[in-house]
């Protein structure tokens, strides 16, 4: 299998706290991969790293075979052209309309005519579900679910390979949740995407993730969803055996 994301022995620390050492993760071309840790295990370190916007203090991050960890800002700038990330809150620029929020990385990376950028951008809110006239909006008129899926459409404005959730369906209802799973898998399929997302939803995990990682003791234990419920890690086990988990994957209740 071809990794598209690989981190090898990755120590993260700030002052005396060590947050990650020598934590190693891969993710799979085609797969999506779910992170999964409590409070203060630096799931959101991690993805920074990955991400390329902190530095480690030791290890390295590869991205489709390039070793992003100590490349130029300028460098970094063009790579960051070959993923697209969403981020909590949906990050979308208040004031800036949804089609201009999209346009935003095309601005940057592309050289398109206005008419292009239009085009393409209405071409993106269609793929992600949302309605024509959500073009004109901003973002304090949209749903919480709106808003994640403009988002997720600025994260395709580039047509990466490549596609970073953190938290996709914090804060949704539970129908809102299962569309927007739904939606990533469905694009990972059409879009053949390497979905790589940070999630604390057990109905998320158990619906659209091939392989998952844990991190623990300030490393990750990586597995199949099956062979994570199974790990004897008293964390992990707390984690994946309660009533949610057992809905989904009953069989490996005790």
């Known amino acids: 299998m071809h990794a598209m994301v690989e981190v090898r022995g990755v120590v ?14 891969v993710a799979y071309d085609g797969e999506v991969f779910g992170i999964v840790g409590g409070s ?18 030791a290890g390295e991050v590869k991205l489709e075979g390039r070793d992003i960890t100590h490349l130029s800002w300028d460098e970094l700038r063009t790579a960051k052209a070959g993923y697209g990330v969403t981020f909590q809150q949906g990050a979308l620029y208040s004031s800036l309309t949804v089609l201009q ?11 398109l005519p206005p008419d292009a950028l239009d085009a393409l951008a209405r071409l993106k809110l269609h793929i992600v579900g949302l309605p024509a006239d959500a073009a004109g909006k901003f973002p304090s008129q949209l749903s919480g679910g709106m808003v994640k899926r403009a988002a997720l459409a600025r994260a395709l404005s580039l047509d990466p390979r490549l596609l970073f959730l953190d938290e996709p369906t914090a804060g949704l209802d539970p129908i809102s949740a299962a569309a927007f799973d739904e939606l990533v898998m469905a694009l990972q399929k059409d879009l053949a995407l390497t979905v790589v997302m940070i999630t604390h939803d057990l109905d998320t995990i158990f619906r659209t993730c091939n392989r998952v990682g844990v991190i623990v003791d ?9 062979e994570i419920v199974d790990h004897p ?22």
């Open 40 to 57: 203060g295990s630096g799931k959101s370190v991690l993805l920074r790293t990955i991400l390329g916007l902190q530095r480690p203090q």
């Open 218 to 226: 300030r490393h990750m234990v990586s597995g199949t969803v099956e």
């Open 12 to 25: 993260n620390r700030f002052g005396a706290q060590v947050v990650h050492d020598g934590l190693d993760m």
């Open 233 to 254: 890690h008293p964390w992990i086990r707390e984690y994946f055996h309660g009533e949610r988990a057992l809905r989904f994957g009953g069989r490996h209740g005790t």
């Open 101 to 111: 929020n999209i346009q935003l990385p095309m601005i940057e990376h592309l050289a």
